[in-house]
């Protein structure tokens, strides 16, 4: 009946346009190969965030809610929550290794203060994009930016290493003398497995100088250059 109020279309019209998946909280939902979780944020009304996976790739998106810590520990002290409800709101949007997040930044306190979001490392800050504010709310030296509407992303597409990289991929770092001594089996357990192929776009910028880097590249096809 809202989105009727708001769109002017009969319910019956609405209603056939999608198909109904009931969702349990905290379990996954196959879609198209991609894995769907929805969430309980921390409201003041009943409000569900979500988040969605597609084989390395993943997005999140926080809904409206408080991600403070300090708000379900003394909602858990107080007797107010379980301790299965409090450990599930501390692991919110803004922790974990998602692709992209998307999180509210509305207003306090029934929404997420924007100095708690402006304290967040470098590695959360490069993959936060802010919701339910406006560009104007946003400081400008902390890191921040708000989700552009009606803008396009683009996830990287993670792809598994075959044979042939490996190969490409040990013989580049066999000749560092870090590696000289790692046998077969070390290759397969602590390199091959946390190693990911990425496509990425011509003229992407990779990493700007100054900036902290958690990860090594390979490159297995193409070119890469050093822009100054």
């Not at 346009?17 to 198209?32: A, D, E, R, Y």
């Not at 002290?77 to 997040?101: F, P, Q, S, V």
């Not at 402006?118 to 400008?140: F, G, I, M, N, T």
Request: a neutral charge.
């Amino acid at each position: 009946r809202k989105y009727s109020a708001l769109t002017g279309l009969v319910p019956n019209f609405l209603c056939n346009l999608f198909t109904f998946v009931p969702c349990v909280i905290g379990k996954g939902i196959p879609f198209h190969g991609a894995i769907f979780k929805v969430f309980y944020s921390l409201h003041t009304i009943p409000c569900i965030g979500f988040e969605c996976s597609y084989k390395r790739a993943s997005m999140i998106y926080s809904a409206d809610t408080n991600s403070d810590p300090a708000l379900p520990e003394k909602m858990f002290e107080d007797g107010l929550i379980g301790k299965g409800r409090r450990d599930a709101l501390l692991n919110n949007a803004l922790k974990g290794k998602h692709t992209i997040i998307f999180h509210e930044a509305g207003v306090p306190p029934i929404h997420t203060p924007m100095n708690l979001l402006a304290k967040q490392k470098y590695d959360v800050k490069e993959r936060l994009y802010l919701v339910h504010c406006s560009e104007d709310k946003v400081p400008k030296d902390k890191g921040l930016k708000v989700a552009a509407e009606w803008s396009t992303m683009v996830l990287r597409q993670y792809l598994d290493v075959d044979e042939k990289e490996k190969k490409i991929i040990k013989h580049c770092l066999s000749v560092m003398d870090l590696f000289e001594d790692v046998t077969n089996e070390e290759y397969e357990q602590y390199i091959y497995s946390n190693t990911e192929k990425i496509m990425i776009p011509r003229e992407t910028v990779l990493f700007d100088t100054g900036r902290p880097m958690g990860c090594m590249y390979y490159v297995l096809a193409g070119q890469l250059s050093a822009v100054t």
